[in-house]
């Protein structure tokens, strides 16, 4: 059996972010608006799309997905690249993936890798069928 499909990639934004930030008077972190987030995996997306042609789809399923996404909720992101090959850790090398708001969970998926998981009876296909909210293209 091939290894977990969804890898974490941890956070390293360059750019300034709303990200969770610590209240000087209260011992509690502020998370950001989920509109916040989606809206930063748009502009993710955007850029990327630049730089892999073969990008057809963005979406993030989970939290984000169902938008019940809250404080300490990381992204589940699901790419579709026409172009993608190899193992998926070899495929998420390809991805700027620190550049993301928050940490994340990845799937890179061809468009028939993506279209047999959804044909199939799994728990991964209910949850896309289920939370998958695609953000791009828009």
Same mark, same amino acid.
């Given at each position: 059996?091939?290894? +977990?499909?969804?890898?974490?990639?941890?956070?390293?934004?360059?750019?300034?972010?709303? &990200?969770?930030?610590?209240?000087?008077?209260?011992?509690?972190?502020?998370?950001?608006?989920?509109?916040?987030?989606?809206?930063?995996?748009?502009?993710?997306?955007?850029?990327?799309?630049?730089?892999?042609? %073969?990008?057809?789809?963005?979406?993030?399923?989970?939290?984000?997905? +169902? %938008?019940?996404?809250?404080? /300490?909720?990381?992204? !589940?992101?699901?790419?579709?690249?026409?172009?993608?090959? %190899?193992?998926?850790?070899?495929?998420?090398?390809?991805?700027?993936?620190?550049?993301?708001?928050?940490?994340? !969970?990845?799937?890179?998926?061809?468009?028939?890798?993506?279209?047999?998981? &959804?044909? /199939?009876?799994?728990? &991964?296909?209910?949850?896309?069928?289920?939370?998958?909210?695609?953000?791009?293209?828009?």
């Amino acid at each position: 059996m091939e290894p +977990r499909a969804i890898i974490s990639a941890g956070s390293r934004a360059t750019t300034p972010s709303a &990200m969770p930030v610590r209240s000087l008077n209260q011992s509690l972190l502020r998370w950001p608006e989920a509109e916040l987030v989606l809206a930063q995996v748009r502009d993710w997306a955007v850029a990327v799309a630049g730089q892999h042609p %073969g990008l057809d789809r963005v979406g993030v399923f989970g939290s984000y997905g +169902r %938008g019940e996404a809250g404080v /300490g909720s990381d992204l !589940d992101l699901l790419l579709i690249d026409r172009q993608v090959s %190899g193992p998926q850790q070899q495929r998420l090398l390809n991805w700027p993936l620190e550049d993301l708001p928050l940490s994340c !969970d990845a799937l890179v998926l061809t468009p028939q890798e993506h279209h047999e998981l &959804m044909a /199939g009876n799994s728990a &991964m296909a209910d949850a896309l069928l289920n939370d998958c909210r695609w953000l791009w293209p828009c």
